[in-house]
């Protein structure tokens, strides 16, 4: 350029080490841009456009800048994509017009743009409930963001916005298919990255009134309600001892096959959501498989009152057996553990219908039923009588028993031979029976099955004997008649004759079919009726009667004035007439004797005891041969004393007598008996006899003797004491029981005094005990054993007893001890004990809460109670039961809480790096307290409230915690919840960047937190522990750079340590390519004036120029060894390039420089002495961004670069 009114000066700017040179022009300032537009946006770049200024043609300049840091990019397009930007980072453009001479600018238009953050990555569904998903992600690498979800389902489609890296959504609906798109939003809240989708589901609400609806042997049918929400499928997990299967199905009901009878199965039920991976919590069901049926069942014995049933157990799981019993339509039911009961209480001769069935173990399952008939026996008939009795039939009758209605059996024998006799009424009439015989009739009760029959009552009646016949009078004297007559046919019989005169009637009794009537009044008529009489003296024939006159005689009133066993004495009344001798003629058995006496008395001696002698006496005149009619007298010898009497039977009425007959004729017997004074007499043929009708428990004197044939004379008597039989005693009762003693009281007998023999047994040992009381307390027993005791009265004589009467009872069980909750769920307490010592037993467990009691039985030493509440306190009383399930011990009580229900929804709320909020929702029943674990260190926590903040933590740590409810009782612990969760990575420390001059590096060094981390993300770029220093390379100098520290670990990333790190400098960059705009230039003769912007400080700030002068204009651009000439050796011819002056620019930053070449001012050693206006220069401008000046004030060393 060349200027008017001076010399031409050439300026050219240039670096030293290009070899070209640039001339400058000066231009006008072009328009400005306008619209600068954004037209696309990457993670790492930005595409601009604008409109170009109206005018010459331009190229542009465009500044951005973020964090004050600036560069700069030049183009000749309206549009230029500016590349290696960070992510999601706020830039700011400032577009300006640049004229021809790439120095003239126009005024700038600026706008601000975020680049596109990096897209998240590694969404993940950390938790899921019914309602919400709870989502997480890794943040992107660059600028600091904000998240965008779009969430939708079925279309519809919903956008949340968050500042962290986890969002927890939530009014969802159940079961459903969610689609997540996350997305980071760059500061201006516009840009947003490229999002990334996850697909998940919520989980399903769980499933409820999961039930059984149909159960047989092999199979349970189980239904239940599906939950609201989506459409979900199920899955069904059974269980038994263990082993665990699992079933799936898309209906709400499933029939699980394949299963073992009377079972316990747990079925827990869940839904799954579409995904097949997504499950509900799960809800569980407790059923049992039917029972098979019992079979075979028989009965194996029958009372009036009780039946025994048996039955065969059915195959299978352990069974209980319940036995329906009605009659008539009304229904009863008894349980049992054992395969046989005895149904007790019954009516006698009654039909019952039994209906047995197998029970599962939960006592309410039940198998089909399996039924049998069965009569119970009637009661015995009472009080069977003989009403009318022929000589070949007996009418009888009876009393019917109590019960149902009978028909009856008679069993009538004679001489061993038997038959029976059916009828529906309580009399009948046995016919074609032989006369005068003992029949023994036994009447018993058949019922309605004419099969089951009661006990028999039996009697004894003999059929009445035929009459006699053909009664005849063979002897007849003036005293005495001599009857016979022809025996009856049929049984053995005596006989009686009744005798009358004047209405006077005498009777005798014999066993002979002849007798002498005697003791009559001679020349009197006589009426004599005979009978024959049955074997029980009480039965009698019809009667025949004969009529006879006695015979008149001188002789009268022969007696037998003194018997005894070898001799009579007999006297006779005188005839009327004189003196007279008499002649005695006796006779037995056809040998005759006679005797003579002066006088009216002659004992008879030298006879045989006991037996008849016929004496006929008559007068005998002086010459000893004329007699009087002669009268005859019998008389019988006094029988022999009857010897060893003996009480034979005994019974409560009754005594069977017998003895020794004497030596010595034909006698029958006499049995006077006496109590309290009052005397009986019995008379006999036999040698033994039954007293009956007597008073029980008496004491009785017998006293019996021989008569003689004719029924007068009889012998000494032999006396016997005995005791009838005690009736037996009634209505034993146990009145008190206790482990080692029973009461035992019982109705005394009627009758007289007695006392008591108890025998008592078990296992076969019998012991006897004696009392005089109603009552005895039967001690040193075994507890929970089975007793009989067998009660009878003993007479006064200490030897005579009682038909026996047999109870039996228990004694009381000892108490179980040691009663213990083994196991604890939230609805169940499984109680165990220790079994008391003695007999077997089972047990009972009263349990109660707030007041209502339930009760259970088993038959073991543990028992889980179930359908319990959570979290409550319950009363355990628990008894042992006798074998005979009435007779309990003293009970033993026990408290236990039940577990609380698990808590649901834990989620942390709030993570710091030494602390996690931990929240959950309290369980659906009622939990006292809750119980807090770090599973790491065992450091527990309690609380009453639903959430808890646990601090003091390590940062950057995995904790799991359980947590569980605590009942009221402060020990009783639900089932723990169990989360795992990591609080937050702590960020590094004393984090420090230095960037040395020279190299374009920077060098980052850190401590890490006082926990171990895994690793740093600095930028781009991921150091490894344990390193704690890392150099960036590849920067441009003199350049801030944010440097982002970010520590992982278990917590995720860290809070960044952001540091703002500048390279250092370095030689200003080469300007080779850039052309220097010299703006105003201006001249004198001795000085040149102009004005230049400052350099690039993309390598370090420009702080000294040195303006360097030559008058060489051919020369290129100089080398640095130029930078030691000064303007005196320029003068002094050394050197044609000196340095002008040096500009200090280092305390300002000027938009643009002013020189003036020639001015005369010293900087240093350097002068900027006058130009010679006749020569031309050129000038070169070195910059530097460090100036290191010699001893001799000169530039040495530093960074710079020169620009021609």
Same mark, same amino acid.
């Given at each position: 350029?060349?200027?008017?009114?001076?010399?031409?000066?050439?300026?050219?700017?240039?670096?030293?080490?290009?070899?070209?040179?640039?001339?400058?022009? &000066?231009?006008?300032?072009?328009?400005?841009?306008?619209?600068?537009?954004?037209?696309?946006?990457?993670?790492?770049?930005?595409?601009?456009?604008?409109?170009?200024?109206?005018?010459?043609?331009?190229?542009?300049?465009?500044?951005?800048?973020?964090?004050?840091?600036?560069?700069?990019?030049?183009?000749?397009?309206?549009?230029?994509?500016?590349?290696?930007?960070?992510?999601?980072?706020?830039?700011?453009?400032?577009?300006?017009?640049?004229?021809?001479?790439?120095?003239?600018?126009?005024?700038?238009?600026?706008?601000?743009?975020?680049?596109?953050?990096?897209?998240? %990555?590694?969404?993940?569904?950390?938790?899921?409930?019914?309602?919400?998903?709870?989502?997480?992600?890794?943040?992107?690498?660059?600028?600091?963001?904000?998240?965008?979800?779009?969430?939708?389902?079925?279309?519809?489609?919903?956008?949340?916005?968050? /500042?962290?890296?986890?969002?927890?959504? #939530?009014?969802?609906?159940?079961? #459903?298919?969610?689609?997540?798109?996350?997305?980071?939003?760059?500061?201006?809240?516009?840009?947003?990255?490229?999002?990334?989708?996850?697909?998940?589901?919520?989980?399903?609400?769980?499933?409820?009134?999961?039930?059984?609806?149909?159960?047989? @042997?092999?199979? &349970?049918?189980?239904?239940?309600?599906?939950?609201?929400?989506?459409?979900?499928?199920?899955?069904?997990?059974?269980?038994?001892?263990?082993?665990?299967?699992?079933?799936?199905?898309?209906?709400?009901?499933?029939?699980?096959?394949?299963?073992?009878?009377?079972?316990?199965?747990?079925?827990?039920?869940?839904?799954?959501?579409?995904?097949?991976?997504?499950?509900?919590?799960?809800?569980?069901?407790?059923?049992?498989?039917?029972?098979?049926?019992?079979?075979?069942?028989?009965?194996?014995?029958?009372?009036?009152?009780?039946?025994?049933?048996?039955?065969?157990?059915?195959?299978?799981?352990?069974?209980?057996?319940?036995?329906?019993?009605?009659?008539?339509?009304?229904?009863?039911?008894?349980?049992?553990?054992?395969?046989?009961?005895?149904?007790?209480?019954?009516?006698?001769?009654?039909?019952?219908?039994?209906?047995?069935?197998?029970?599962?173990?939960? +006592?309410?399952?039940?198998?089909?039923?399996?039924?049998?008939?069965?009569?119970?026996?009637?009661?015995?008939?009472?009080?069977?009588?003989?009403?009318?009795?022929?000589?070949?039939?007996?009418?009888?009758?009876?009393? @019917?028993?109590?019960?149902?209605?009978?028909?009856?059996?008679?069993?009538?024998?004679?001489?061993?031979?038997?038959?029976?006799?059916?009828?529906?009424?309580?009399?009948?009439?046995?016919?074609?029976?032989?006369?005068?015989?003992?029949?023994?009739?036994?009447?018993?009760?058949?019922?309605?099955?004419?099969?089951?029959?009661?006990?028999?009552?039996?009697?004894?009646?003999?059929?009445?004997?035929?009459?006699?016949?053909?009664?005849?009078?063979?002897?007849?004297?003036?005293?005495?008649?001599?009857?016979?007559?022809?025996?009856?046919?049929?049984?053995?019989?005596?006989?009686?004759?009744?005798?009358?005169?004047?209405?006077? %009637?005498?009777?005798?009794?014999?066993?002979?079919?002849?007798? +002498?009537?005697?003791?009559?009044?001679?020349? @009197?008529?006589?009426?004599?009726?005979?009978?024959?009489?049955?074997?029980?003296?009480?039965?009698?024939?019809?009667?025949?009667?004969?009529?006879?006159?006695?015979?008149?005689?001188?002789? #009268?009133?022969?007696?037998?004035?003194?018997?005894?066993? #070898?001799?009579?004495?007999?006297?006779?009344?005188?005839?009327?007439?004189?003196? &007279?001798?008499?002649?005695?003629?006796?006779?037995?058995?056809?040998?005759?004797?006679?005797?003579?006496?002066?006088?009216?008395?002659?004992?008879?001696?030298?006879?045989?005891?006991?037996?008849?002698?016929?004496? %006929?006496?008559?007068?005998?005149?002086?010459?000893?041969?004329?007699?009087?009619?002669?009268?005859?007298?019998?008389?019988?010898?006094?029988?022999?004393?009857?010897?060893?009497?003996?009480?034979?039977?005994?019974?409560?009425?009754?005594?069977?007598?017998?003895?020794?007959?004497?030596?010595?004729?034909?006698?029958?017997?006499?049995?006077?008996?006496?109590?309290?004074?009052?005397?009986?007499?019995?008379?006999?043929?036999?040698?033994?006899?039954?007293?009956?009708?007597?008073?029980?428990?008496?004491?009785?004197?017998?006293?019996?003797?021989?008569?003689?044939?004719?029924?007068?004379?009889?012998?000494?008597?032999?006396?016997?004491?005995?005791?009838?039989?005690?009736?037996? &005693?009634?209505?034993?009762?146990?009145?008190?029981?206790?482990?080692?003693?029973?009461?035992?009281?019982?109705?005394?007998?009627?009758?007289?005094?007695?006392?008591?023999?108890? +025998?008592?047994?078990?296992?076969?040992?019998?012991?006897?005990?004696?009392?005089?009381?109603?009552?005895?307390?039967?001690?040193?027993?075994?507890?929970?054993?089975?007793?009989?005791?067998?009660?009878?009265?003993?007479?006064?004589?200490?030897?005579?007893?009682?038909?026996? %009467?047999?109870? @039996?009872?228990?004694?009381?069980?000892?108490?179980?001890?040691?009663?213990?909750?083994?196991?604890?769920?939230?609805?169940?307490?499984?109680?165990?004990?220790?079994?008391?010592?003695?007999?077997?037993?089972?047990?009972?467990?009263?349990?109660?809460?707030?007041?209502?009691?339930?009760?259970?039985?088993?038959?073991?030493?543990?028992?889980?109670?179930?359908?319990?509440?959570?979290?409550?306190?319950?009363?355990?009383?628990?008894?042992?039961?006798?074998?005979?399930?009435?007779?309990?011990?003293?009970?033993?009580?026990?408290?236990?809480?039940?577990?609380?229900?698990?808590?649901?929804?834990?989620?942390?709320?709030?993570?710091?790096?030494?602390?996690?909020?931990?929240?959950?929702?309290?369980?659906?029943?009622?939990?006292?307290?809750?119980?807090?674990?770090?599973?790491?260190?065992?450091?527990?926590?309690?609380?009453?409230?639903?959430?808890?903040?646990?601090?003091?933590?390590?940062?950057?740590?995995?904790?799991?915690?359980?947590?569980?409810?605590?009942?009221?009782?402060?020990?009783?612990?639900?089932?723990?919840?169990?989360?795992?969760?990591?609080?937050?990575?702590?960020?590094?420390?004393?984090?420090?960047?230095?960037?040395?001059?020279?190299?374009?590096?920077?060098?980052?060094?850190?401590?890490?937190?006082?926990?171990?981390? =895994?690793?740093?993300?600095?930028?781009?770029?991921?150091?490894?522990?344990?390193?704690?220093?890392?150099?960036?390379?590849?920067?441009?100098?003199? =350049?801030?750079?944010?440097?982002?520290?970010?520590?992982?670990?278990?917590?995720?990333?860290?809070?960044?340590?952001?540091?703002?790190?500048?390279?250092?400098?370095?030689?200003?960059?080469?300007?080779?390519?850039?052309?220097?705009?010299?703006?105003?230039?201006?001249?004198?003769?001795?000085?040149?004036?102009?004005?230049?912007?400052?350099?690039?400080?993309? /390598?370090?700030?420009?702080?000294?120029?040195?303006?360097?002068?030559?008058?060489?204009?051919?020369?290129?651009?100089?080398?640095?060894?130029?930078?030691?000439?000064?303007?005196?050796?320029? =003068?002094?011819?050394?050197?044609?390039?000196?340095?002008?002056?040096?500009?200090?620019?280092?305390?300002?930053?000027?938009?643009?420089?002013?020189?003036?070449?020639?001015?005369?001012?010293?900087?240093?050693?350097?002068?900027?002495?006058?130009?010679?206006?006749?020569?031309?220069?050129?000038?070169?401008?070195?910059?530097?961004?460090?100036?290191?000046?010699?001893?001799?004030?000169?530039?040495?060393?530093?960074?710079?670069?020169?620009?021609?």
């Amino acid at each position: 350029m060349k200027l008017q009114g001076v010399n031409e000066f050439n300026i050219f700017v240039a670096i030293f080490c290009v070899l070209t040179f640039q001339t400058l022009f &000066v231009c006008s300032k072009p328009g400005p841009v306008t619209s600068p537009t954004v037209a696309n946006v990457t993670t790492t770049s930005i595409f601009l456009c604008w409109i170009a200024p109206l005018g010459g043609n331009v190229s542009y300049g465009v500044n951005f800048s973020n964090s004050g840091q600036t560069q700069q990019l030049l183009t000749n397009q309206t549009c230029l994509n500016v590349t290696n930007l960070n992510s999601a980072t706020s830039y700011s453009f400032t577009v300006f017009a640049v004229a021809g001479d790439n120095t003239t600018v126009s005024d700038s238009a600026t706008i601000t743009a975020f680049t596109k953050p990096g897209p998240v %990555t590694s969404p993940t569904a950390v938790n899921v409930t019914t309602t919400s998903i709870f989502l997480c992600w890794v943040t992107p690498l660059g600028g600091n963001v904000s998240y965008g979800v779009n969430f939708s389902n079925s279309g519809q489609t919903q956008q949340l916005l968050t /500042n962290h890296t986890c969002l927890n959504v #939530t009014n969802l609906n159940s079961a #459903t298919s969610y689609s997540f798109t996350v997305f980071a939003v760059a500061g201006d809240n516009t840009t947003v990255s490229d999002s990334a989708t996850i697909t998940a589901f919520t989980k399903p609400g769980p499933v409820t009134s999961p039930t059984a609806v149909n159960v047989t @042997t092999t199979s &349970v049918f189980l239904c239940w309600v599906a939950p609201l929400g989506g459409n979900v499928s199920y899955g069904v997990n059974f269980s038994n001892s263990g082993q665990t299967q699992q079933l799936l199905t898309n209906h709400t009901c499933l029939n699980v096959t394949n299963l073992n009878s009377a079972t316990s199965y747990s079925f827990t039920v869940f839904a799954v959501a579409g995904d097949n991976t997504t499950v509900s919590d799960s809800t569980t069901i407790t059923a049992f498989t039917r029972p098979g049926p019992v079979t075979s069942p028989a009965v194996t014995n029958v009372t009036t009152t009780s039946i025994f049933l048996c039955w065969v157990a059915p195959l299978g799981g352990n069974v209980s057996y319940g036995v329906n019993f009605s009659n008539s339509g009304q229904a009863q039911q008894l349980l049992t553990n054992q395969t046989c009961i005895n149904v007790t209480n019954l009516n006698s001769a009654t039909s019952y219908s039994f209906t047995v069935f197998a029970v599962a173990g939960d +006592n309410i399952t039940v198998s089909d039923s399996t039924t049998i008939t069965a009569f119970t026996r009637p009661g015995p008939v009472t009080s069977p009588n003989v009403t009318n009795v022929t000589t070949t039939s007996i009418f009888l009758c009876w009393v @019917t028993p109590l019960g149902g209605n009978v028909s009856y059996g008679v069993n009538f024998s004679n001489s061993g031979q038997a038959q029976q006799l059916l009828t529906n009424h309580t009399c009948l009439n046995v016919t074609n029976l032989n006369s005068a015989t003992s029949y023994s009739f036994t009447v018993f009760a058949v019922a309605g099955d004419n099969t089951t029959v009661s006990d028999s009552t039996t009697i004894t009646a003999f059929t009445k004997p035929g009459p006699v016949t053909s009664p005849t009078v063979t002897n007849v004297t003036t005293t005495s008649i001599f009857l016979c007559w022809v025996a009856p046919l049929g049984g053995n019989v005596s006989y009686g004759v009744n005798f009358s005169n004047s209405g006077q %009637t005498q009777q005798l009794l014999t066993n002979h079919t002849c007798i +002498n009537v005697t003791n009559l009044n001679s020349t @009197t008529s006589y009426s004599f009726t005979v009978f024959a009489v049955a074997g029980d003296n009480t039965t009698v024939s019809d009667s025949t009667t004969i009529t006879a006159f006695t015979k008149p005689g001188p002789v #009268t009133s022969p007696t037998a004035v003194n018997v005894t066993t #070898t001799s009579i004495f007999l006297c006779w009344v005188a005839p009327l007439v004189g003196n &007279v001798s008499y002649g005695v003629n006796f006779s037995n058995s056809g040998q005759a004797q006679q005797l003579l006496t002066n006088h009216t008395c002659l004992n008879v001696t030298n006879l045989n005891s006991a037996t008849s002698y016929s004496f %006929t006496v008559f007068a005998v005149a002086g010459d000893n041969t004329t007699v009087s009619d002669s009268t005859t007298n019998t008389a019988f010898t006094k029988p022999g004393t009857v010897t060893s009497p003996t009480a034979v039977n005994v019974t409560t009425t009754s005594i069977f007598l017998c003895w020794v007959a004497p030596l010595g004729g034909n006698v029958s017997y006499g049995v006077n008996f006496s109590n309290s004074g009052r005397t009986q007499q019995i008379l006999t043929n036999h040698t033994c006899i039954n007293v009956t009708n007597l008073n029980s428990a008496t004491s009785y004197s017998f006293t019996v003797f021989a008569v003689a044939g004719d029924n007068t004379t009889v012998s000494d008597s032999a006396t016997i004491t005995a005791f009838t039989k005690p009736g037996p &005693v009634t209505s034993p009762t146990v009145t008190n029981v206790t482990t080692t003693s029973i009461f035992l009281c019982w109705v005394a007998p009627l009758g007289g005094n007695v006392s008591y023999g108890v +025998n008592f047994s078990n296992s076969g040992r019998t012991q006897q005990l004696l009392t005089n009381h109603t009552c005895l307390n039967v001690t040193n027993l075994n507890s929970a054993t089975s007793y009989s005791f067998t009660v009878f009265a003993v007479a006064g004589d200490n030897i005579t007893v009682s038909d026996s %009467t047999t109870i @039996t009872a228990f004694t009381k069980p000892g108490p179980v001890t040691s009663p213990t909750a083994v196991s604890v769920t939230p609805t169940s307490i499984f109680l165990c004990w220790v079994a008391p010592l003695g007999g077997n037993v089972s047990y009972g467990v009263n349990f109660s809460n707030s007041g209502q009691t339930q009760q259970l039985l088993t038959n073991h030493t543990c028992l889980n109670v179930t359908s319990l509440n959570s979290a409550t306190s319950y009363s355990f009383t628990v008894f042992a039961v006798a074998g005979d399930n009435i007779t309990v011990s003293d009970s033993t009580t026990i408290t236990a809480f039940t577990k609380p229900d698990t808590i649901r929804w834990l989620n942390p709320t709030d993570v710091t790096t030494t602390s996690i909020l931990l929240s959950w929702t309290a369980p659906q029943k009622f939990s006292d307290s809750y119980k807090i674990k770090i599973m790491n260190n065992g450091i527990v926590f309690l609380t009453k409230e639903t959430s808890l903040n646990v601090t003091e933590l390590l940062p950057g740590t995995s904790y799991t915690f359980s947590i569980a409810g605590i009942a009221a009782d402060n020990k009783t612990e639900g089932d723990p919840i169990f989360i795992t969760d990591c609080t937050n990575t702590a960020a590094v420390i004393n984090a420090t960047c230095v960037g040395p001059n020279y190299n374009a590096v920077l060098n980052i060094t850190w401590q890490p937190p006082s926990v171990p981390y =895994t690793r740093v993300y600095i930028n781009n770029y991921t150091v490894y522990s344990p390193a704690t220093s890392y150099v960036i390379g590849g920067l441009n100098y003199f =350049t801030t750079y944010t440097i982002t520290l970010i520590n992982t670990g278990c917590g995720g990333n860290s809070t960044p340590v952001v540091l703002n790190c500048q390279t250092g400098i370095t030689s200003p960059p080469d300007l080779s390519n850039v052309v220097l705009v010299l703006i105003t230039p201006s001249t004198t003769s001795q000085t040149i004036t102009f004005t230049f912007k400052p350099f690039s400080s993309s /390598n370090g700030p420009v702080l000294h120029y040195a303006i360097i002068v030559t008058s060489n204009t051919a020369n290129e651009i100089p080398d640095k060894s130029v930078l030691i000439n000064t303007y005196n050796d320029y =003068t002094n011819g050394q050197t044609d390039t000196y340095v002008a002056t040096i500009i200090d620019v280092k305390s300002v930053n000027p938009a643009e420089l002013s020189v003036v070449i020639g001015d005369g001012n010293v900087y240093n050693a350097y002068v900027n002495g006058p130009l010679d206006s006749t020569k031309s220069y050129k000038i070169a401008i070195a910059g530097f961004t460090e100036l290191n000046l010699s001893a001799g004030s000169r530039a040495s060393t530093g960074a710079l670069k020169l620009t021609l």
